[in-house]
């Protein structure tokens, strides 16, 4: 059975930094592409970023590029993202995602993923 948690969610003024975490289980670590997504209050959920399972290539939402980080742990079967440079834009529910299938094309895309996180909040305050 997956299980996907997530933490390090909070408030922060803009400019701030913050690092969420993501901690799988039930899951070989190396065969999941991992990613984050976040829903804004009144908004659609929105892919964040992405590490796929094998080369660890990443990808990124033109919006968080240059100030985020995703980056994965197969040892401690956890996956990161760093945000730096938080803007109030960046404010909302953040959930982890993770597949087995998606391939390189759909990472992007919030049907590829079949396990998701409870999400967490992230609160960026002007």
């Known amino acids: 059975q997956v299980q996907l948690v997530e933490s390090g969610g909070g408030l922060v003024q803009a400019g701030g930094s913050l690092r969420l975490s993501c901690a799988a289980s039930g899951v070989t670590f190396t065969r999941y592409t991992m990613a984050w997504f976040r829903q804004a209050p009144g908004k659609e959920r929105e892919f964040v970023a992405a590490?796929?399972?094998?080369?660890?290539?990443?990808s990124y939402a033109d919006s968080v590029k240059g100030r985020f980080t995703i980056s994965k742990d197969n040892a401690k079967n956890t996956v990161t993202l760093q945000m730096n440079s938080l803007k109030t834009e960046d404010t909302g529910v953040y959930y982890c995602?993770?597949?087995?299938?998606?391939?390189?094309?759909?990472?992007?895309?919030?049907?590829?993923?079949?396990?998701w996180g409870q999400g967490t909040q992230v609160t960026v305050s002007s």
């Open positions: 995602a993770s597949s087995q299938t998606v391939r390189m094309w759909q990472l992007k895309s919030r049907s590829a993923y079949n396990y």
């Open positions: 590490v796929s399972q094998r080369m660890g290539a990443t």
